[in-house]
């Protein structure tokens, strides 16, 4: 088991940053792939970034350029910075890990609401 524990979001005015943390704990060995999703109202969740265990990243195409994931494994922690941020990227997000066994585990997600 996984347990993840997210922090960071909040309200910006459009083109302001933040930094979205998520502390994994329990079965961390076990982590290979780490990213974040977000779920707006009315819409799918969408995978916004992953990084794998060896460092490869990758995007949402509307994200490329103005956010960053990052990990940091002595913490085991995944980190999503978000610069010039938009209205449309308003939602909650959520942390993801999925292990080497293929198992999934969410953070319990965090409000970004970016205002215009």
């Known amino acids: 088991q996984v347990q993840l524990v997210e922090s960071g979001g909040g309200l910006v005015q459009a083109g302001g940053s933040l930094r979205l943390s998520c502390a994994a704990s329990?079965?961390?060995?076990?982590?290979?792939?780490m990213g974040w999703y977000r779920q707006a109202p009315g819409k799918q969740r969408e995978s916004v970034a992953v990084?794998?265990?060896?460092?490869?990243?990758k995007y949402l195409d509307s994200v490329k350029g103005r956010f960053i994931i990052s990990r940091d494994n002595t913490k085991n922690t995944v980190y999503l910075q978000m610069n010039d941020l938009k209205p449309e990227d308003t939602a909650v997000y959520y942390c993801?890990?999925?292990?080497?066994?293929?198992?999934?585990?969410w953070g319990q997600g965090t409000q970004v609401t970016v205002s215009s």
């Open positions: 329990g079965s961390i060995f076990s982590i290979n792939i």
């Open positions: 990084i794998f265990s060896g460092g490869s990243t």
């Open positions: 993801n890990v999925m292990t080497t066994a293929l198992r999934n585990y």
